[in-house]
Nanobody
């Protein structure tokens, strides 16, 4: 079984910073693309950023210049450094990853359980 475990959420004031982490654990061959999504209250889930295994990145326009996605392949972990946070960044943040369970199996997509980020004074 593959699990994605997120950490680092919490309450922060506007203009503050937070760093989210998501580690893949369990039995698998390789972790490929990883990403962060968020779901604000009463809204649909949206992609925030993703990163390939080779560390090519893409960030949503709404967070570009404020958020940075990165990864550590040796630790099977993806990070989201969030700076200059705004109240509209308040959401549940979810980690997502494409994982190949074994050399002979195809890729499967996994989600973390989500971590709450609240930006408020």
């Amino acid at each position: 079984q593959v699990q994605l475990v997120e950490s680092g959420g919490g309450l922060v004031q506007p203009g503050g910073s937070l760093r989210l982490s998501c580690a893949a654990s369990g039995s698998f061959f390789i972790v490929n693309a990883m990403g962060w999504y968020r779901q604000p209250p009463g809204k649909q889930r949206e992609r925030v950023a993703f990163i390939t295994r080779g560390s090519s990145t893409n960030h949503a326009d709404s967070v570009a210049g404020r958020f940075t996605i990165s990864r550590d392949n040796a630790k099977n972990t993806v990070y989201l450094q969030m700076s200059s946070l705004k109240p509209e960044d308040t959401a549940v943040y979810y980690c997502n990853a494409d994982v190949q369970r074994s050399f002979s199996t195809s890729m499967a997509n996994y989600w973390g359980q989500g971590t709450q980020v609240t930006v408020s004074s």
